[in-house]
């Protein structure tokens, strides 16, 4: 975000030892809560050729990407995980379907062919996925259904959003379940 042209864009290296490293890792830290509390529609270069290039998509990103870290780490400390409120997780599956997935740069490698509906009940969201070997799923979002599915995920929007995010989720899979392969998070 600091480079929004992307030129001169570098990852940065983190320094050896725990307690230099911790204190780097907070510097980074502040440095990204400061660009956030620029305008969401701030210049920001993006690597991900789908997003908008803006420091709106950075946060996005970011939310969802920590959501599912914090997932993962209470899940190994064997606590219970926070819930997420339904306009969260619902935000997080549209962003799987309809930017990390769909923009998949390489559909060759899969073979599924079907149709996936997918249901947050709570935030009151569909998104239909029409799959075709060796192609970018077509989307369809709203209330609308445009064809029968073969495979339904369904259930709050927090259950959806960790079953597709490939977390433990009480959301009710039913039907070809194959067909969630080409929807795995890259």
């Given amino acids: 975000m600091a480079d929004p042209s992307g030129e001169h864009v570098r990852a940065g290296t983190p320094p050896d030892g725990w307690e230099p490293l911790l204190d780097w890792w907070d510097e980074r ?13 701030t210049p920001a270069w993006q690597p991900f050729p789908s997003y908008d290039p803006v420091v709106a998509s950075w946060a996005r990103r970011q939310a969802h990407e920590a959501a599912m870290h914090r997932v993962d780490a209470e899940l190994a400390l064997g606590r219970q995980t926070v819930p997420f409120p339904p306009g969260f997780a619902a935000d997080g599956v549209d962003e799987l ?34 799959l075709a070997p060796g192609e970018a799923p077509q989307y369809s979002a709203g209330a609308e259904q445009p064809f029968e599915p073969a495979l339904t995920v369904e259930g709050t929007a927090d259950e959806v959003y960790r ?24």
Avoid: I, Q
């Fill in 29 to 41: 830290r502040a440095e990204l809560r400061a660009a956030f509390d620029t305008p969401a529609d």
């Fill in 97 to 130: 379907l309809t930017m990390l997935v769909y923009r998949r740069a390489d559909w060759s490698e899969f073979t599924a062919k079907g149709s996936v509906l997918v249901h947050a009940e709570d935030a009151g969201r569909l998104w239909s996925v029409r």
């Fill in 163 to 186: 079953a597709l995010w490939r977390r433990p989720s009480a959301a009710k899979v039913t039907g070809e379940t194959a067909l969630l392969e080409p929807l795995t998070p890259p």
